[in-house]
């Protein structure tokens, strides 16, 4: 089946700091790719849904300029938590949607666990 | 926009039993797909079974089943002979393949399963 990697899995930093998490289809291309943040207990919020070398389109409420997202090819989408602050702490899921799929089928990561101290 | 309810927060279940997942869905749209996903305490999102809505046939994956009412909009999850594996919340979720918001995955709240042995 196809798979989605995901690092780091989990990542601790300070308030200010940047952090980048990867989301890679292994064995598919993945046109389009999909990030998730995900409170405790709660459902999976999409943020954004990147399309290969073309920006990403944010859902509302989502800040542009703090989550920043790359699409550069099609196995790799990354997600910038920019300026981080003890707010952003989450759990950031990404899925990677199969090209050619009748409903671009969505594979997901494992996630990464996000902290800011 | 659509919309995804799960009425039921919490459940348990003892094990072999048989437990009904509720789900209903609100759309406007008439091709879309509906889903259950399974996000164990690993927090890894594993697909259950996909249904779509042009089919009048029920989806089934060995012990897992859907009462799928199109006209009530309703999905339910059965799982048969429930196992401690089971364990895990739950997520109904709706895709469409047309209009605005096309491909984008939304969720339900969720349903957290306890298989009870």
């Known amino acids: 089946g196809a798979v989605v990697s995901q690092h780091p899995s989990r990542v601790i930093c300070k308030s200010g700091t940047s952090v980048k998490i990867e989301c890679r289809s292994l064995?598919?291309?993945?046109?389009?790719m999909f990030w998730y943040r995900q409170f405790p207990k709660k459902s999976l919020m999409l943020m954004a849904t990147s399309n290969e070398g073309s920006k990403a389109t944010y859902e509302q409420g989502v800040e542009k300029d703090k989550f920043l997202i790359n699409h550069a090819s099609l196995t790799l989408s990354t997600l910038t938590v920019t300026s981080a602050h003890p707010e952003d702490s989450s759990f950031y899921i990404c899925?990677?949607?199969?090209?050619?799929?009748?409903?671009?089928?969505?594979?997901f990561g494992p996630g990464t666990r996000l902290t800011v101290l | 926009a659509q919309t995804v309810t799960q009425s039921q927060p919490e459940m348990s279940v003892q094990e072999a039993e048989t437990v009904t997942l509720s789900c209903t869905y609100d759309?406007?749209?008439?091709?879309?797909?509906l889903f259950w996903y399974k996000q164990p305490p690993s927090r890894q999102m594993i697909l259950v079974i996909r249904q779509e809505a042009y089919k009048q046939q029920n989806a089934t994956e060995n012990r897992f089943s859907v009462n799928f009412q199109k006209a009530a909009k309703s999905f339910s999850l059965k799982i048969s002979d429930s196992q401690l594996g089971d364990t895990a919340m739950y997520f109904c979720?709706?895709?469409?393949?047309?209009?605005?918001?096309?491909?984008?995955?939304?969720f339900g709240k969720g349903t957290k399963l306890s298989v009870i042995p």
């Open positions: 759309t406007s749209e008439s091709n879309y797909y």
């Open positions: 064995d598919f291309q993945a046109t389009t």
């Open positions: 899925s990677a949607g199969l090209a050619g799929s009748s409903y671009n089928e969505q594979f």
């Open positions: 979720a709706f895709i469409q393949t047309s209009g605005a918001g096309s491909y984008q995955l939304t």
